[in-house]
């Protein structure tokens, strides 16, 4: 049948797809994570090597074989380098839609090529067309052995990456914490204030840890300069705020294809009572709090070790929002 003739063109188009609607219908499933290997590490250079060379002459299997991958490896990148200067920028579904397209007219152009060929080259391997392209008869043993050996290691290569794809490593653990003005907006924060007025800004978390998380917030007043003799952070006041609180959150997928969403937010409405330049800073805690020292009589606890919280958080090893505000009389 004349469709024989073009067996292994028409089942790239197929497996092309298929594999769309597998990653729309079953985005989970195993056949997903095979056909995407061949869709784009062999499909886009098989087509076009075929397309370039519909001669059985002009090349010989091994050949078409090594340039299949090759070009592949080439062609993917630069299609992604061009979505990158399109609206669609690169993203699953502009990849898979640019891919399959390319796949199926540079398919259907081998296809045309093929049929006008004088002596077209058809996939129809035997063992003996493979012991032929490897001339084994003619080879010594130890071109027979290394032959092997090549073979294995192109095997087992492929084995390897087929295994890293389809059991990636865990995506790196984090929290996203942030805080916003009141109108949902990184913009408009609080930054000016008189005595007693209230400023509102929305104190959001996103949890990526990969587990159920706990996190404890706290909010710090806090009055503070840089000596630059001694390169250090000096406290001078540091006041508890009211308003702390605890929430246990789910872990979230990270999702880099639709729109950002939100998983907690909560208005924090805040005043100060004192004049002058202050930081209000907002600590994030994961799974349990820091114990604190009994407080002071004035409250002032830059007087006690609670302030190396401050320090650290200025550090980064403590996950922590600065607002910095000033307060008018």
């Known amino acids: 049948m004349e469709w024989k003739k073009y067996w292994d063109l028409l089942t790239i188009i197929a497996l092309s797809l298929l594999l769309d609607l597998l990653i729309f219908y079953f985005p989970d499933s195993l056949m997903r994570k095979v056909l995407g290997l061949a869709f784009v590490l062999f499909f886009p250079g098989y087509v076009f090597i075929t397309a370039l060379f519909p001669n059985r002459k002009e090349l010989d299997n091994l050949e078409r074989l090594a340039l299949s991958f090759g070009l592949s490896i080439a062609v993917v990148p630069l299609i992604g380098l061009g979505l990158n200067y399109t609206p669609w920028g690169i993203r699953l579904t502009p990849v898979l839609v640019s891919l399959t397209i390319f796949n199926v007219i540079f398919a259907l152009a081998a296809m045309y090529r093929r049929a006008k060929a004088f002596d077209p080259w058809v996939p129809w391997i035997t063992l003996e067309d493979i012991k032929r392209e490897l001339e084994w008869d003619q ?15 192109i095997i087992t290569s492929v084995g390897v990456l087929a295994y890293v794809v389809t059991h990636p490593k865990p995506g790196e653990a984090f929290t996203e914490f942030y805080i916003l003005g009141p109108e949902g907006k990184a913009a408009d924060y609080p930054t000016e204030l008189k005595v007693g007025q209230n400023g509102t800004v929305i104190i959001g978390i996103v949890n990526h840890e990969g587990r159920n998380v706990t996190y404890y917030v706290q909010i710090w007043l806090v ?25 246990t959150l789910p872990s979230v997928p990270v999702n880099i294809e639709g729109n950002w969403t939100p998983q907690f937010e909560t208005n924090y409405t805040f005043s100060i009572d004192k004049p002058g330049k202050w930081q209000v800073w907002f600590l994030l805690f994961k799974d349990k709090p820091p114990e604190l020292p009994p407080a002071p009589p004035n409250g002032n606890y830059a007087e006690t070790e609670a302030r190396n919280l401050i320090l650290k958080a200025i550090n980064g090893t403590i996950q922590s929002l600065k607002l910095n505000v000033e307060v008018r009389p």
């Open 139 to 153: 080879a010594s043993r130890v071109d027979k052995a290394l032959t092997v050996v090549l073979i294995a290691a």
């Open 223 to 247: 009055n503070l300069t840089w000596d630059n003799t001694t390169n250090t952070t000096i406290v001078y006041e540091m006041y508890p705020m009211p308003g702390w609180f605890n929430v």
